[in-house]
């Protein structure tokens, strides 16, 4: 048996479980988010799939040549069909199982395992047959050993960097798992040409091969069916996010678009109406800011860009360069320019981590933090020393509003977030929908923090379109967060501990 064989089949191999690894977290963000849940619940299937495959490899290892091969073939196909039912599948389950789990994590936990495992199970088999393989007839074992070990790292390492560097961004994650399955076919049609070759002249292993290869064909016939069948969740697959946009006009009564980044809808635009606040986190940002700076802000800085809701209103009078977005990823922005009636010249852009564009530039009237999706949070956004950087960019009189989603039974991700603004603001409001003060559930919550309180604690906010209701805001008594703080003891964020993902966890 070709040396050379061995170490490509391994380098493939192990390449082709790595993509299939990186493709699962973004495949499941359209439907569990892509939070610290999510990536654990992943890696631990896919090794947990691994760790079954070499189990199951070792009992074929000490299998003749020829079996082996065939099970090496065998476990190509079973890749290849595994990684393309995932595509379907995920549609199929997502909606069940979700709804039968009510702990998000527990759903995300089945759904990876719904879809991931089996793969990672194909993609675990070989490795000890190729490893016995190539220790057989060789004096020098160890070194083979070696050189498989070593091989199986470097096509781990380049799955890894391909699938997120390239192949989601470039060809989406249906295409990518496609292309994967192409890999596992062509290993099983490598394998088979080997036991041929190994058998040649002997007229052994005729009736064995045959169910082997009648699979081989059936899988390369998926492989070729699945362009044709599958359509992905997203809009557009970008580096960071799967992004999509909405046309919600019957639900509005007006012409109207939400963006959906990863699984939670992060802005919502009525078209030809920029004044027009659906969401109310935004209306509550916007309401706040007229409040204590007496107008609109002519300077403010924007911790993500999303729909670019708020820099679209407060720039509707004049372009206003003096707003600066900084959002991470450039994709996001050029949708919002396409879909979502926003001109991102009439205010200056910056694509990057937030954190680091801040320490770029001069000093605000605001600074909005609105990076902040469900249990999804950028954990470096919520600390001590960020607030303290945020601070020491804010203009005399200037004020830092973000918005949180946390559950009302919990709080336990707000009252940590008030404890740190707490220990760098003088104050610190929490703002809702007065609704949402006795309306239980997941509630979206706007923080204020600065060196002076708002003068008004509730506020009626016009309809936003005829016929609607007036919404009323309020700001939650300052006692009433002071006890929630004391009672539940919070965590103090900082850059070295900032639990952020378990406070908003399960329930949230």
């Known amino acids: 048996m070709p040396f050379a064989f061995l170490l490509a089949a391994q380098f493939v191999i192990a390449a082709a479980g790595l993509v299939v ?6 495949m499941l963000a359209p439907y569990v988010g892509m939070s610290l849940y999510t990536w ?11 760790s079954a495959g070499h189990w199951a490899g070792g009992l074929l290892a000490d299998r003749p040549l020829r079996t082996g091969l065939l099970a090496l073939a065998a476990s190509g196909v079973l890749g290849a069909l595994t ?28 759904l990876a395992t719904a879809l991931f495992f089996l793969p990672s199970f194909a993609a675990g088999i070989p490795s000890p047959i190729l490893a016995r393989i190539a220790i057989q007839n060789r004096d020098r074992s160890g070194r083979a050993l070696g050189a498989l070990h070593a091989v199986s790292a470097i096509g781990a390492i380049a799955g890894t960097l391909a699938a997120g ?24 049609l490598a394998c088979l040409w080997m036991v041929r070759r190994a058998t040649r002249g002997t007229g052994s292993g005729h009736r064995t091969v045959l169910p ?43 012409i109207a678009r939400v963006m959906v980044i990863d699984h939670l809808g992060h802005g919502i635009n009525v078209i030809g109406a920029p004044l027009r606040l659906e969401m109310p986190y935004a209306a509550i940002i916007d309401a706040v800011a007229r409040e204590r700076l007496a107008g609109v ?54 694509h990057g981590d937030a954190r680091r564009l801040l320490r770029e530039e001069g000093a605000f009237q605001v600074v909005v933090g609105d990076a902040f999706t469900d249990i999804a949070v950028p954990a470096h956004l919520v600390t001590r020393e960020f607030y303290g950087e945020i601070r020491a960019r804010l203009a005399p009189g200037g004020f830092y509003a973000m918005n949180l989603i946390d559950h009302m039974t919990r709080l336990q991700a707000l009252a940590a977030t008030v404890k740190t603004l707490g220990s760098v603001f003088p104050v610190v409001e929490v703002w809702v929908e007065a609704d949402d003060f006795t309306a239980g559930g997941r509630t979206t919550f ?63």
């Open 40 to 50: 654990t619940a992943v890696i631990a299937v896919v090794f947990a799939g691994f």
């Open 297 to 350: 802000p002519s300077s403010a800085f924007f911790v993500g860009g999303g729909a670019l809701t708020l820099p679209r209103a407060w720039s509707v009078d004049a372009p206003a360069p003096g707003l600066v977005v900084a959002e991470i990823d450039p994709q996001v922005t050029r949708i919002a320019a396409r879909d979502f009636d926003v001109d991102p010249a009439r205010f200056t852009m910056r």
């Open 21 to 26: 690894e990186i493709v699962a977290g973004r």
């Open 83 to 110: 990684t393309l039912a995932a595509l379907p599948l995920i549609a199929v389950l997502s909606g069940p199982l979700l709804s039968a789990l009510s702990d998000p994590v527990s759903g995300i936990v089945a």
């Open 446 to 508: 706007v923080l204020v923090a600065g060196d002076t309180p708002t003068a008004h604690g509730r506020m009626v906010l016009a309809p936003t379109a005829a016929g609607s209701a007036s919404r009323i805001i309020a700001r939650m008594p300052e006692k009433r967060v002071a006890g929630l703080v004391e009672r539940l003891d919070p965590p103090l964020l900082t850059d070295d501990y900032a639990p952020i993902d378990r406070l908003m966890g399960p329930e949230s």
């Open 165 to 188: 560097y390239v192949f989601i961004s470039w060809l989406g994650t249906a295409r990518t798992l496609i292309a994967v399955a192409g890999c596992y076919v062509a290993f099983a």
């Open 212 to 254: 082997v290869a009648i699979l081989t064909v059936l899988a390369g016939g998926a492989l070729l069916a699945a362009p044709a069948t599958v359509t992905g969740a997203c809009d557009t697959e970008s580096r960071y996010y799967c992004i999509r946009s909405l046309d919600i006009s019957d639900e509005i009564g007006a």
